[in-house]
Structure formats: C-alpha cells, structure tokens
T-cell receptor, first 115, second 114 residues
Framework: AQSVSQHNHHVILSEAASLELGCNYSYGGTVNLFWYVQYPGQHLQLLLKYFSGDPLVKGIKGFEAEFIKSKFSFNLRKPSVQWSDTAEYFC?????????????FGGGTRLMVKP | ETGVTQSPTHLIKTRGQQVTLRCSSQSGHNTVSWYQQALGQGPQFIFQYYREEENGRGNFPPRFSGLQFPNYSSELNVNALELDDSALYLCASALNGGGAYEQYFGPGTRLTVT
C-alpha cells in the first residue's frame, strides 16, 4: 500500500523567509503527485501537480515543487513567504495503476507566517 | 462554472444512527470521490464513483456506502454511526478522461457523533 510522509507538522516563519516542506512517498511504480493547500476556513485547493515531464513544476502563488524519483520525494518550495501563505499544506500521491485513482494524503504541515 | 458543493455544512448525530451526506460535482465532471478527514490528519480515501458505479474503495467498513446519480451528484451513507466517525467528510469531483486527472474538493460536511 502506498503511504505519504510529511516530516514537518508545524512550521513558523517570518515574512520573506524561504520555505521548503518535505514530502516522501512509498510506492515503487509510476505516480501522480500533488500539493493541496487549505487556508483557514476554506476548502482544499490544488497548488500544483506533477503527472510527467519536467520534474520541476510551478504552481499558483509562486509555489514550486521538485519531483526526485530516486528519493521518492516531492518537496514544496517558495522563495519568499507572505503572511497570506498561513495555511495547512497537504502532499498527496496517486498510484497510476490504482483502481479509482485514489489520493493518499500526508498528515499535513501547518504553516504560520508571522508578519 | 459552479464548483463542488456539499450539504449539509454541519450535522450532529447520535451513536447508532444513520446519516446521508450529499455532493454536487463540478459541471462536466463524471467522477466523485469521498474522503474522511479526522481532526489534525490528512484526508483518507473512502471510495470513488465513476459513471454511477463504485470504482475503488479505501479501507472503510461496509457500513460506509455510496451512490452516484445520472447527473453525477453523489451521496455518502453511513450506518450504525460510531464516535470515531466524527470528522470532516470531503467530496471531490474530477473529469476522468482515461488519463491522469486532478480532483476538485468541496467545502466538506462536519459530522459530529455524540
């Protein structure tokens, strides 16, 4: 069975600091990878996705993520965070052969950006 | 374009009761998935419906069941509610064209079982 680990449960940063959130998955086959964000009081929104091709993907709001197949990782980065980035971030994996294309989520990282 | 909507927003039930949660998929989407998100955790996949048939199921007991209707809206039914069923239930819709696709989530239904 596939699983997803997000190493940092809580992260506190000051505005303008750089961000990197770790995500590792366990599955040996071909995967689709996602980062979702949940702002306070709002529903899950897709930040970015990787299906194939360039392993460095760019998403909305200046976020990017790099797929490193050899490390089973898909870390999320942003060069300079803003107060409005305060939210919970979820990494998710979908094994392509998996019936139903279910998403397996990590436990989430709660990011607080201090103004 | 209307996004994914869910009803009700909040619900309080007693242990042993049954509950039905509803989801309207985004326009043009033919696939609906349901997830359970317990407090402080990531969402867990319950099952998915594609063209009115169950198309995959996670590690949830049979008392969790669902339906998808011809207009692609969906219901999640939970029988014999237990305290641990208290969670946010998320519906996600997608357009399954045979390849990889992304899922769009609704706001969720917060279920409290007392």
């Amino acid at each position: 069975a596939q699983s997803v680990s997000q190493h940092n449960h809580h992260v506190i940063l000051s505005e303008a600091a750089s961000l990197e959130l770790g995500c590792n998955y366990s599955y040996g086959g071909t995967v689709n990878l996602f980062w979702y964000v949940q702002y306070p009081g709002q529903h899950l929104q897709l930040l970015l996705k990787y299906f194939s091709g360039d392993p460095l993907v760019k998403g909305i709001k200046g976020f990017e993520a790099e797929f490193i197949k050899s490390k089973f990782s898909f870390n999320l980065r942003k060069p300079s965070v803003q107060w409005s980035d305060t939210a919970e971030y979820f990494c998710a994996v979908n094994a392509r052969r998996n019936a139903g294309n279910m998403l397996t989520f990590g436990g989430g990282t709660r990011l607080m950006v201090k103004p | 374009e209307t996004g994914v909507t869910q009803s009700p927003t909040h619900l309080i039930k007693t242990r042993g009761q049954q509950v039905t949660l509803r989801c309207s998929s985004q326009s043009g989407h033919n696939t609906v998935s349901w997830y359970q998100q317990a407090l402080g955790q990531g969402p867990q996949f319950i099952f998915q419906y594609y063209r009115e048939e169950e198309n995959g199921r996670g590690n949830f007991p049979p008392r969790f069941s669902g339906l998808q209707f011809p207009n692609y809206s969906s219901e999640l039914n939970v029988n014999a509610l237990e305290l641990d069923d208290s969670a946010l239930y998320l519906c996600a819709s997608a357009l399954n064209g045979g390849g990889a696709y992304e899922q769009y989530f609704g706001p969720g239904t917060r279920l409290t079982v007392t």
